[in-house]
């Protein structure tokens, strides 16, 4: 079992940067697949990004690329999400996310696990 924790929501302006960090327990890591997803009430939860368990592939959102960037240290049980030039539209609570698999998963049924969510608000 994987218990996660995010950390690095805030407020912040319109363009600026935030860096969401996940805490994973446990000794097995490195054989989760990691996703980063959004929520917004009164909407289903959003795909943002997903990285491999080796942290060789990602996958991104259309709504994100090129601004976001997620990353993973499996020597620190981490998983990061860079956000960079960040919307009015990106206000959401984020959440990160665990499945047991090497591969990286997109749809949010996939997964086993999650966080309790950090919130992030953009202003314009």
């Known amino acids: 079992q994987v218990q996660l924790a995010e950390f690095g929501g805030g407020l912040v302006q319109a363009g600026g940067s935030l860096r969401l960090s996940c805490a994973a327990s446990g000794r097995t890591f490195s054989s989760y697949a990691m996703g980063w997803f959004r929520q917004v009430p009164g909407k289903e939860r959003e795909f943002v990004a997903a990285?491999?368990?080796?942290?060789?592939?990602?996958d991104y959102a259309d709504s994100v690329k090129g601004r976001f960037t997620i990353s993973r240290d499996n020597a620190k049980n981490t998983v990061y999400l860079q956000m960079n030039s960040l919307k009015s539209e990106d206000t959401a609570v984020y959440y990160c996310?665990?499945?047991?698999?090497?591969?990286?998963?997109?749809?949010?049924?996939?997964?086993?696990?999650w966080g309790q969510g950090t919130q992030v608000t953009v202003s314009s």
């Open positions: 996310a665990a499945h047991r698999s090497r591969l990286l998963k997109l749809d949010p049924d996939e997964y086993s696990y």
């Open positions: 990285i491999s368990a080796s942290g060789g592939k990602t």
